[in-house]
């Protein structure tokens, strides 16, 4: 390395040296304490997970398991039947999430760029669909779904939170779609492009992004939901991993080796499919930045 880029170089460290003040210091120290918050849960269940009861009986909950235990992993895998419960949630939060970006940018499409009459009160019909409480809806839609014959079905489950989602797309995407640029629009029509093939050859590749965004936000907040499905999914072979892990956890008994383990078996498939689509929710959020 020659001396001027050892001077560069060095010049640029005291720079950087020089950049960082008490106020950068009290910044860092806020984000680590806050990091160690967040995680510390997880370490929690990680921790107790793997360990025997009398191995948490001895220790408690902060101690590391003198060996790997799975026996509260396996306990809990064949009391609820993980691979049907696993099965049921992953088809509810894809199927859910797939068909409610669909509506949603159909939804957008008419409103953002269609210009329908009253497309601001319908946005607004919108927004406070989506800020209604799960509670509200239990008893009609219980209603509706006994008398069609839906209950205790997933497609029940799939239906309700097609509408809650899609209503939260909609109002998302018909901001969207209204900025975009109209001289593409024109130049497709000008090519011969009807609605139909400027919808999905122009403004669907071009906002990829954002409905990638959407989609991994939908299957995450699908997975997680709980009041719903254990409200129209009352059989054992439909219910889902959140509703699964609840019943573990009686009045007079609680093995907290199981119950820990039941939490890290939930938690898994939402982290990987996080780290999957990571790249999908950075290029997302990146490209609304810069719009």
Known sequence: MSATSLLVTGETGH???????????IVLAVIVITALVVVFPFLLILINAFKSPSDYATGGPLQLPTALHFDGIAAFWERVDF????????FISGVVAVLAVVVSVLNAYAIGIGRVRGRVPLILVFLLANMLPQEVLLYPLYTIFRTIGLYDNVWSVIITFVVIQSAFGTYLLASVFGTFPKE??????????GRWLTLWRVIVPVSRPTLGVLMVFFFIWTWNEFLIPLTFLI???NQTVPVAISVLQGDRLMDVTTTSASALLGLLPTLIFFLIFQRTLSRGITAGAVK
């Open 15 to 25: 720079r950087n040296r020089r950049r960082r003040t008490v106020g950068d210091w």
């Open 83 to 90: 691979t049907g419960k696993l099965w049921n949630s992953l």
């Open 184 to 193: 593409i629009i024109e130049a497709a029509a000008l090519d011969g492009a």
């Open 235 to 237: 059989s054992n072979a």
